[in-house]
């Protein structure tokens, strides 16, 4: 197929791209960047595509859409708060739109999702029959997707994967959790009791791949290991497979200090969240259980 892909530089992007360039795809990047080759595309979330950039969109048959900024990169300010909506929902409209203008648009758009679309859930199981939750996240996830589904008006089989914490060696999440750790300061966050829906990037990259493949799959999806782990839990998985000891709790108030409105968000909440549409769709997890899946990702 002739597939592109947004935020193609990113973490879950650049693995998606090894995946399928074996596979004899012809693979296309969008980004920001000035364009190195006839594959690459540059564009701008907000302005659009300039000169002839957007003739490049003809002949497609797929989009990937992974760009956005990335939401813990710093601290909730207004302005960027601002730039992470921009990202997401202006970004998905701008480039839905563009593919809607094609002589042929692409018949198959998967839009990535965030399982922020659910907010702060305790201990109710979640799945994709469960409403959207309160909060910055929720209301995004919300307005994302309607931007993502437009691409419906022009026939094409949409895909949303909510995906949840990407469990990967060099980048995303658990680059930062592992540092703290490997120095014998790990320890739960809180209360310990929030629950953390994850997922190994090789289960993540062979979804993606599985919705390219399949046209059973439409629709929003959670992207997430069948066995969510709670704070405390992750905690203590993480510092088996480092070998590093994890009795240094970090306080709810010193998160709220330091981190205010986005550590509250991503450190202090969370949602048990159960990917029932991939299991009843008999999809396989390579890594469904925490620890192997910690073992796998930071192995050597």
């Not at 960047?33 to 979330?45: E, F, G, K, L, V």
């Not at 002589?103 to 201990?123: F, H, M, T």
């Not at 996830?141 to 589904?149: L, R």
């Not at 995906?163 to 959790?177: R, Y």
């Amino acid at each position: 197929m002739k597939i592109l892909i947004t935020g193609a530089t990113g973490l879950v992007g650049s693995a998606l791209i090894r995946a399928l360039e074996p596979e004899n795809h012809e693979i296309y990047r969008l980004s920001r960047s000035t364009p190195d080759s006839d594959h690459d595309i540059q564009w701008d979330a907000r302005d659009g595509f300039t000169g002839d950039e957007a003739k490049k969109l003809e002949g497609l048959d797929a989009v990937v859409h992974l760009a956005g900024e990335n939401v813990a990169g710093g601290s909730w300010t207004e302005e960027r708060k601002g730039r992470i909506r921009d990202s997401r929902v202006v970004g998905t409209r701008t480039l839905v739109k563009a593919l809607s203008e094609t002589k042929e648009p692409p018949k198959i758009l998967i839009g990535a999702s965030a399982v922020g679309y659910y907010g702060d859930r305790k201990n109710e199981v979640v799945t994709e029959e469960s409403g959207p939750g309160e909060g910055f996240l929720g209301e995004i996830c919300i307005e994302w997707e309607a931007e993502i589904n437009k691409a419906l008006e022009f026939g094409a089989r949409v895909a949303i994967p909510r995906i949840g914490i990407v469990l990967a060696k060099d980048g995303g999440a658990l680059e930062k959790m592992v540092t703290p750790f490997s120095y014998g300061l790990g320890g739960t966050v809180g209360s310990g009791e929030q629950w953390m829906p994850w997922i190994a990037i090789d289960d993540l990259v062979d979804i993606l791949v599985y919705a390219l493949e399949n046209d059973e799959v439409s629709g929003a999806f959670n992207a997430t290991s069948p066995n969510p782990a709670q704070n405390k839990d992750f905690t203590e998985a993480l510092a088996s497979v480092l070998n590093r000891p994890a009795f240094i709790p970090v306080p709810a108030f010193g998160i709220k200090l330091i981190f205010g409105e986005m550590g509250n968000t991503l450190l202090l909440q969370g949602a048990r969240v159960i990917p029932r549409r991939l299991e009843q769709l008999g999809y396989k997890f390579k890594f469904p259980e925490l620890e192997p899946a910690l073992a796998h990702v930071l192995g050597d």
